[in-house]
């Protein structure tokens, strides 16, 4: 009977295990996170969609501003307009960015640690930057203008030069990163059935890229269509959608038409940015535990050529930022080139002086701070929380979503949002809080994308561990999380203020006279014809930037020998 019994017994209700302290805290903060970004994003680009369906009365008057807009020639001009520069710069640079990328990965040239680092010179630099240096080369007192044929640089040609030199490094490392993950089995055994070189870069190198060809083309058509400070300074009177919405809302104060503008810009971000998640989902792995890394051979002739190519393309980078700084240091050009400090006295200049750069180190060390603080504990949140799926999807939306806004798009909606007189937080406008609000969320996704694959490296038992020893969750995080994900804590603050210091399109409309940036000065000095001052403070903004590189860069080799043994064995 009493094995009867005992086999008839009920068993145990599984239940879900109690949720602990530490949870609890996680999902509050999660929910607290997820109201952050819907009022910074979510909010004010609905701020932006709703004023551009209404008058200047304020009255709701449907899709009349977009026919108006598309009716007039002029407007609808810009966008073909765009549509032809960003194309063509995008071409472009894809094909001399894999050049330069394919020079670096798959030959045994010389030098290449030299032309990795000269490639990178652009992102130091605000986009207004290579325009300038374009005006002194090929403007109408240029030292090269002849060199065009009688065409004018301020148009469609300096545009698409200047975007190509801005974007250039964007481009190159995504292509860089592709041609690295490489098989070179596959090329063993192209070796070995006697393929020509031209057939196994036809069969093997080009397949193995294309996502990445892809995904850089996207990437850096969004950069171009959506920029600002180039055309702004080399343009002239080719009207891209950038500049219409400059002139719509700083020119005109025609803020409907300028919501109007932004909306036409944002459409394609959006769809380059779509079709760029459609490509990375269709990526397959293309390495395997058995791989082998490629290991190019000596080829004297190739070697030679790439060599002289990266030779070329390096000297328009440096040249570019030489013809700047020394365009800073002449004391009037054309007419009197002798060098002295004249142009860096930006307190005797119209665009904001001295002041403004010690503003944009405020702002961009606030960037850095807070930007890390928020993003590397978001991403923490997000990866080491358990359950609550459904809030955590939602933050890996929000996080995603900046990318496809552009900075000038996202200035325009913090200006219907955060201005609306019953908005509480209308005390952010005109602040510095609001430009690193800006920045913040306008260089969003990269850094969380950078968190998220730092943390993504460490084992979930780290956190199981101390839970089981009932140690406290932020005492785990700050002994052992941190510490092991520093590099990447680095990283992120690193970009966070280059970023911030050479932006334009993400402040243009945000700043104050209080809080007038350098970017921003460059801009306003270039506007009133002191092209030599502006560019003093675009290589002020580049010195600074190259300092924080190199700090980043001693601190990172340090952290790595003393405190992170462990990763190297």
Known sequence: MSSIAQSTQVPPVLTKPKLSPDDWVMRTLIIVAII??????????????????????????????????????????????????????????????????????????RCKAFFNIVALIPLLAPSLLSAISL????????????????????????????????????????IKTSLQTTDGRLYEAATAMRSTPLRTFLVVTLPGVKYGLISALFIVFTLTVTDFGVAKVIGGQYNVLATDLF???????????????????????????????????????????????????????????????????????????????YASFVTFWPYDQSLSLTNYQFDLMDGGGWGAFTNSLRMALYTAVFGTLFIFGTAYLVEKCRGFKGARTIIQMFTLLPMAVPGMVLGLSYIFFFNAPNNPLNFLYGSMAIMVISCVVHFYTVSHITAVTALKQMDPEFESVG??????????????????????????????????MTTVSAVIFLYSPDTQLASVAVLNMEGAGD???????????????????????????????????????
């Not at 545009?159 to 190509?164: P, S």
């Not at 001052?533 to 340090?558: D, E, K, N, Q």
């Open 36 to 109: 952050a970004l819907f009022t910074v994003i979510v909010l004010p680009l609905y701020s932006m969609l709703a004023k551009s369906a209404e008058n200047s009365a304020g009255e709701f008057i449907g899709l009349a501003n977009f026919i108006t807009y598309f009716n007039s020639p002029a407007l609808f001009k810009s966008i073909t307009n765009s549509l032809f520069v960003s194309g063509t710069s995008s071409i472009t640079v894809l094909f001399l960015a894999f050049l330069y990328a394919y020079a670096l990965t798959r030959t045994c040239m």
């Open 135 to 174: 005006v002194y080369v090929f403007g109408n007192q240029g030292i090269a203008k002849s060199w065009l044929f009688g065409e004018s640089i301020y148009g469609p040609i300096g545009i698409i030069i200047g975007l190509v030199i801005w974007v250039f490094p964007s481009a190159l490392m995504i």
């Open 247 to 325: 002139k719509q809302v700083i020119g005109q104060q025609n803020f409907q038409m300028g919501a109007v503008v932004g909306i036409v810009l944002l459409f394609p971000a959006v769809l380059a940015f779509i079709a760029d998640r459609y490509v990375q989902r269709k990526q397959v792995s293309l390495l395997s535990a058995r791989s082998v890394p490629y290991t190019p051979k000596p080829s004297t002739i190739k070697d030679n050529l790439f060599f002289i190519y990266c030779t070329l393309v390096s000297a328009v980078l440096i040249g570019m930022l030489a013809m700047a700084a």
């Open 467 to 500: 839970a089981s020893l009932k140690v406290p969750l932020y005492k785990t995080f700050f002994r052992v999380t941190l510490p092991m994900c520093l590099p990447a804590v680095l990283d992120i603050s690193t970009y966070l203020f280059t970023t911030a």
């Open 531 to 569: 092209i030599a001052p502006a560019a003093a403070m675009a290589m002020m903004i580049v010195l600074t930037s190259a300092c924080v590189r190199l700090l980043h860069y001693f601190l990172t080799r340090g952290l790595r020998r003393k405190h992170l043994l462990w990763r190297t064995k």
